[in-house]
């Protein structure tokens, strides 16, 4: 983290003329929306100081500051084409979005962020359609090329954002039809078809997953509180206790009830391949399925909580409580905490609900799902290679194989690396750390490579 100093000079001139620079060298449009991360990471300034300075001078967070100076938005309130039938689509969209779905502002933006991606991929991958075409056809031959055009458009977008934040890129583009067709002339959903060959979307049954955006915020959220929102708790401890559950559910995607009932002592499994044993699983008997559930990320952090619960003659409880029977706070207060942090952070889903455990849930599914895909993908490769007709066969057959397995683990582990910045060692460890040398004497989490 940097010492510059920050003033209005920074925040009104400097900032946006390095961010503007930096978009270019990384192929960004000029009105990207950047990450707390991205402008720590790519400007002299720390994001938090940035943030801090922006509520004292215009009582504004960071990220709305931004948005002021044309950043996350339509630039000159533009959309990325000039055909006129196309532009009216695309306001019917934003306007029944918000008028009869109730969608927030903050996912209005991320939508008009999906259409500038949408045009982008249209321009690189000289496609030479507009949006609204792409869902009209009036041969068999038009549709079959307007499906390829928007697997096209899709792969664009795979291949451009981090596996971590393509998150709803898809469900946007695909709502663009599912909407416009009430008010122009769409036959054809083409994002809908197009998703049947990507097997890490999604199925409309499942729910939102939050995004890499969005736990962004929470965790920055958490960094920046004063005062503990939950009355009658500690901040340090509760804060904590917070960042713990949103490692956990993004790193292993457990369930409310498996929450609730985890022991650390005994489930944890920490080493060269990290997992959590359950004994059992919603929907699968015993010795069946992945009762063994690998931890994709942020390990020696947990592992560091463990130690520390062990330290302190915890009861073994993630979050442990006194009061309840099960001495751990039930998974009802958990998600009411969540949505006590979701609220100061402003983080809600397309209906303005804020996220609860099982959207976090998705998120670790929807990534691993994705490291899956690649997977699939590599043993079809060998199949053919080796003349095989059969590559589920082949795929079962590896997966049966432990060393094999290990191998979809850190395959897996690769998408979810770098989500979050777990930063320094919790305030309440750091002081435990202090007094217990049998700890390992590790002064700072970075130690323990938290990263990995």
């Not at 062990?310 to 006194?322: A, F, H, Q, V």
């Amino acid at each position: 983290m940097t010492n510059t100093r920050i003033d209005q000079k920074t925040l009104e001139e400097q900032l946006p003329a390095i961010l503007h620079e930096q978009f270019q060298l990384d192929g960004l449009p000029r009105d990207h929306e950047p990450s707390w991360k991205y402008i720590t990471a790519h400007t002299r300034y720390s994001a938090e100081g940035l943030n801090n300075k922006s509520k004292e001078l215009y009582g504004q967070t960071l990220l709305e500051f931004l948005r002021d100076q044309g950043f996350g938005v339509r630039t000159n309130g533009k959309w990325p084409t000039e055909d006129e039938e196309t532009i009216q689509s695309l306001e019917y969209y934003i306007d029944s979005a918000q008028k009869r779905r109730d969608w927030s502002d903050k996912t209005i933006d991320s939508v008009e962020s999906v259409i500038n991606k949408v045009y982008e991929a249209i321009r690189e991958e000289n496609l030479d359609i507009e949006l609204l075409d792409i869902g009209a056809y009036h041969s068999d031959e038009e549709r079959v090329e307007n499906i390829q055009h928007a697997i096209t458009i899709i792969e664009y977008m795979d291949r451009d954002l981090a596996d971590s934040t393509m998150g709803n890129y898809p469900r946007y583009f695909e709502e663009y039809y599912n909407i416009v067709k009430n008010n122009h002339h769409i036959n054809l959903n083409p994002v809908e078809e197009a998703l049947d060959e990507f097997e890490w979307y999604r199925s409309k049954n499942e729910p939102q997953p939050v995004t890499e955006a969005q736990l962004n915020d929470l965790w920055n959220t958490l960094n920046a509180l004063e005062e503990c929102p939950v009355r009658n708790y500690d901040l340090a401890q509760w804060r904590l206790w917070m960042k713990v559950l949103i490692v956990f559910l993004i790193a292993v995607g457990p369930r409310s009830s498996e929450v609730e009932q985890l022991d650390v002592s005994s489930q944890f499994h920490f080493g060269d391949d990290p997992y959590v044993k359950f004994d059992e699983r919603k929907n699968l008997k015993r010795n069946e399925g992945p009762d063994e559930v690998p931890i994709m990320m942020g390990d020696k952090f947990l592992e560091l909580y463990v130690d520390y619960i062990e330290s302190i003659d915890g009861n073994g409880k993630l979050i442990p409580s006194s009061q309840s029977a099960s001495g751990s706070r039930t998974a009802s207060t958990l998600n009411n905490w969540l949505e006590t942090l979701c609220k100061i952070a402003d983080v809600r889903l397309d209906d303005g609900s804020f996220p609860t455990i099982q959207n976090f849930r998705q998120f670790w599914k929807t990534l691993y799902k994705k490291a899956l895909h690649e997977n699939r993908e590599q043993i079809k490769f060998v199949s053919q290679e080796g003349g095989t007709k059969t590559p589920d066969v082949d795929e079962k057959n590896y997966l049966d194989n432990v060393e094999n397995r290990e191998h979809v683990r850190e395959l897996g582990r690769r998408y979810f690396a770098g989500v979050l910045d777990l930063g320094e060692t919790p305030d309440v460890i750091q002081a435990e750390l202090d007094k217990e040398p049998h700890l390992g004497g590790q002064s700072r989490l970075y130690e323990y490579d938290t990263h990995s």
